[in-house]
């Protein structure tokens, strides 16, 4: 039998006038522990209701039932949001009903006095979404920091998108998309510029795929946004035009770990993509191959030979380079690059965002691969990208020579 507190009965009838016209959900928790973990059950609610909805009162007593039930098991701070501004606060053990409301000043100091472009208060589906917002609408002070973080790698992207002028939706695919949450970020902030966008993400793993289809038709996003399974390495870029309706114009990439990120990078350059951006991880290809001693001794003698004989350092050598060669490899296709921080380092060390965008258009047998080449020679290392980029280069060469072998023989005239 559910015991009966009466601190919570008195405030009953307070709540039962507050929820009577509807609210999104009840949030029942257990004071924080020490470690700041606490237990903690959501329950839905049925949103808002009109005035007369028969349902009403009905819904309020289960959810009264649901509070003594909650508060029984210790899960004593209850929290109902009525809406995206407004909740109603709960302690079980004092019975004191508090109004909370999300206004301009409330707003204003969760964004830290900057006029961000993922507010609290127009995207709090998303921000609960990818973790940021507790169900019961509040950011703690740990998720104020990836708060700022986000809304600070919307601003390093928006010059992605920035002066557009074309009326087609901005296509982007997210290669490597695993819980797309860099895509769903995007998506939100182009939706409150109004710039209507289509999203294919691409990913290995059917489960993480599975997830991200649920959580862009939570979030509103279902006819937008579609997602596929397949690798990097066998994605037919009619499969990508087919998905987005069209060629893309955006590729990113967060996180994808060592290789694939270049097979990304690869397949945004096959594709023609205006811009990418690029968030690196685990390069840990070079490293392996400045182990082996021919690559140690030509890589020694170019540089201080410490940074490849001590293991440490060579790591750190091995992502340096591979991100540098990433960079002029880029540049040798057309493009202009950027390499920023975009979150601080003292938060995750896989913090580079390579932010490129398509300077001049030029066909395969015009990328500029030979310098980049030469240095990878001299340092006794092959990166991933550049064997697939000289793979299509070759490819397109072959080509073009096939065509003018098959080519009709000019005709001249009798004698």
């Known amino acids: 039998m559910v015991k009966v507190h009466p601190k919570l009965a008195r405030a009953r009838a307070k709540l039962e006038r507050k929820l009577i ?52 098991a210790g899960l004593v701070k209850h929290a109902y949001v009525i809406d995206a501004r407004h909740r109603l606060e709960v302690d079980a053990r004092h019975g004191h009903v508090k109004q909370r409301e999300l206004d301009a000043q409330t707003v204003d100091k969760i964004m830290g006095g900057k006029d961000r472009a993922l507010r609290p208060d127009r995207s709090a589906d998303l921000l609960r979404a990818i973790g940021i917002m507790n169900a019961d609408g509040t950011i703690s002070a740990r998720n104020a920091k990836k708060y700022k973080q986000v809304n600070h790698l919307v601003e390093l992207c928006r010059p992605t998108w920035a002066g557009r002028t074309s009326e087609q939706p901005l296509r982007i695919v997210d290669l490597a998309c695993g819980n797309s949450y860099l895509s769903f970020v995007l998506l939100e902030a182009l939706r409150l510029e109004g710039i209507e966008a289509r999203l294919l993400g691409v990913d290995l793993r059917e489960d993480v795929v599975t997830t991200s289809r649920a ?39 967060l996180h994808a770990c060592d290789t694939a990120t270049d097979a990304a990078l690869t397949l945004a350059v096959r594709a023609g993509v205006e811009s990418i951006l690029c968030v690196p991880c685990c390069q840990a290809e070079l490293a392996r191959q400045l182990g082996e001693p021919k690559s140690r001794a030509r890589a020694g003698a170019a540089l ?32 202009e690059l950027g390499v920023l921080e975009f979150v601080a380092s003292s938060h995750t060390p896989k913090n580079l965002l390579l932010r490129a965008k398509r300077a001049r258009s030029l066909a395969p047998a015009q990328w ?15 990166p991933a990208l550049l064997r697939s980029l000289t793979q299509l280069a070759e490819q397109a060469a072959q080509a073009e020579q096939g065509d003018r072998d098959g080519a009709e023989p000019e005709r001249t005239p009798s004698s």
């Not at 939570?218 to 066998?234: D, H, N, T």
């Not at 004989?309 to 991100?323: A, F, I, K, M, P």
């Open 21 to 72: 016209r509807g609210w999104e959900r009840a949030v029942f928790s257990a004071p924080q522990t020490a470690d700041g973990s606490h237990e903690q059950r959501v329950v839905e609610g049925p949103g808002p209701l009109e005035a007369n909805d028969p349902r009403a009162a009905s819904l309020v007593v289960a959810l009264m039932h649901e509070a003594e039930a909650a508060a029984s």
């Open 304 to 335: 201080v030979p410490a940074t490849v004989e001590q293991g440490l350092l060579r790591r750190s050598l091995g992502e340096l380079l591979t991100d540098g060669l990433r960079v002029e490899l880029l540049e040798a296709c057309g493009y």
């Open 368 to 382: 500029r691969l030979d310098p980049v080449r030469d240095r990878c020679a001299q340092l006794g290392v092959d």
């Open 215 to 253: 959580r862009a038709d939570q979030l509103g996003f279902g006819e937008q946004a579609r997602f596929v399974v397949a690798s990097l390495e066998s994605l037919e870029l009619d499969a990508v035009r087919d998905g987005l309706g069209g060629a893309p114009d955006l590729a990113i990439s």
